[in-house]
């Protein structure tokens, strides 16, 4: 392995580290990391750490100042505001593309993703954020628009924050039940290839979804 190589390893390593670290709540929005503490932590040193906050950075996950600390990005109501909107205009247009253009391929990504898919509870693990991620996920690549699907794939690690202030408030369960339901049909219409059902069942799903929930809590007086 050459030097280059093995710093990209070791940068790889702990940008997926603190990454889920963040996205778990684990690294709490405000929160400072001091890169010398969390090299060691990691097992690696300060340079591929660096390299790992920069592209953390440009996810908008982290804030670098001049010293060698960084901070986890503090949530804010402008930005829950901005993605909600994005997501309410690009998810339901995803849905309706894959409609019309999933394959056979794409068919059973759906239907592996959706097995055992259940609405998010009160402080869900990393394993829980991550099959809702791959639900979706597998909606978006069925629409075959790579600009739209590199678009959607970036907005869900910022929303991913904001959906666990969201759950900092317990869901009733006649509107988990009803998440799970939103599940079924989202899958049903795209597999079917029904592009109007799949547009309208994603924009009611947006529109009642823990990111939407996000922005109103921060419009609001916290407790």
């Known amino acids: ?43 690696i040193s300060t340079t591929p750490l660096r390299e790992a906050l920069r592209r953390l950075k440009a996810e908008g996950l982290v804030e670098l100042d001049a010293h060698r600390d960084a901070r986890v990005t503090e949530l804010k109501a402008e930005e829950a505001r901005d993605l909600y909107e994005l997501r309410r205009s ?42 809702h ?11 075959h628009n790579e600009l739209l699907i590199e678009t959607l794939e970036g907005l869900w690690d910022k929303a991913d924050r904001y959906r666990r202030l969201a759950l900092e408030v317990e869901r009733a369960p006649e509107e988990r039940e009803r998440k799970d339901a939103e599940h079924r049909m989202l899958a049903d219409s795209v597999i079917v290839g029904d592009s109007d059902a799949a547009a309208a069942v994603m924009r009611d799903h947006i529109d009642t979804s823990l990111g939407a929930k996000a922005a109103w809590r921060l419009r609001k007086p916290r407790d």
């Open 1 to 43: 392995m050459t030097e280059a190589t093995a710093l990209a390893t070791k940068s790889e390593l702990a940008y997926n580290s603190v990454r889920e670290k963040i996205l778990s709540g684990e690294f709490a929005p405000g929160s400072v990391l001091n890169q010398a503490t969390l090299a060691r932590t990691i097992g």
């Open 90 to 131: 690009l998810d339901p247009l995803a849905a309706s593309l894959a409609a019309q253009r999933r394959t056979k391929a794409d068919i059973a990504d759906i239907r592996e993703a959706a097995k055992g898919l259940v609405a998010l509870r009160s402080n869900p693990g990393y394993e829980e954020l991550l099959h």
């Open 133 to 143: 991620r791959r639900f979706h996920a597998a909606i978006y690549r069925a629409s």
